[in-house]
T-cell receptor
């Protein structure tokens, strides 16, 4: 399978701060998605981003497929951003994903 | 569109009992997936369906596990003779898909249900 490493494993921010989460993967992929798992366990799809850059409000993501990494940027963080952020990759675009262990984010008021 | 629905939300069972979970995907999605998540880890792929056809099963899915999607709509995941190691969150997800050069490919985003938390005592 594909190895997916996420960093940092834990992150504590003050409300309003910015952060960058990183995802490295061990093989070429055709599909990469970022998910947020809220404190109640629900996984929310943030981005479908096999390559390039996308933005959605305060969140943006960049994937450099040739160098096998992706970055998730969170600007002006809010307490509702707390939870675990997962990067997931799929070699053949079947949505059969390999997930990283996640970055646990705690945004304090 | 009510999202992906899973039932029950929680299940507590004794070791050796059989359990069955149900998943109703987003209505227009023909691709359905089962994942398993243990505490502190990311989800792990178990199996997926294209309509009613089960296209792939992970080696994590032992013979005690069986999944069905009889009419290409809802799906069930059954675990027979449960073991304490089966305790986990079982997640269902769905997506649209199409065909490119006779190969099935998933179209963009994967949507997850809220999961069924299984505890085997």
């Amino acid at each position: 399978g594909i190895q997916v490493e996420q960093s940092p494993p834990d992150l504590i921010l003050q409300e309003g701060a910015n952060s960058t989460l990183r995802c490295n993967f061990s093989d070429s992929v055709n599909n990469l998605q970022w998910f947020h798992q809220n404190p109640w366990g629900q996984l929310i799809n943030l981005f479908y981003i096999p390559s390039g850059t996308k933005q959605n409000g305060r969140l943006s993501a960049t994937t450099v497929a040739t160098e096998r990494y992706s970055l998730l940027y969170i600007s002006s963080s809010q307490t509702t951003d707390s939870g675990v952020y997962f990067c997931a990759v799929d070699r053949y675009n079947f949505n059969k994903f390999y997930f990283g262990s996640g970055t646990k984010l705690n945004v304090k008021p | 569109d009510t999202g992906v629905s899973q039932n029950p939300r929680h299940k507590i069972t004794k070791r050796g009992q059989n359990v069955t979970f149900r998943c109703d995907p987003i209505s227009e999605h023909n691709r359905l997936y089962w994942y398993r998540q243990t505490l502190g880890q990311g989800p792990e792929f178990l199996t997926y369906f294209q309509n009613e056809a089960q296209l792939e099963k992970s080696r994590l899915l032992s013979d005690r596990f069986s999944a069905e999607r009889p009419k290409g709509s809802f799906s069930t995941l059954e675990i027979q003779r449960t073991e304490q190691g089966d305790s986990a969150m079982y997640l269902c997800a769905s997506s649209e898909s199409g065909w490119v050069n006779r190969e099935p490919v998933a179209n963009e985003k994967l949507f997850f249900g809220s999961g069924t938390q299984l505890s085997v005592l």
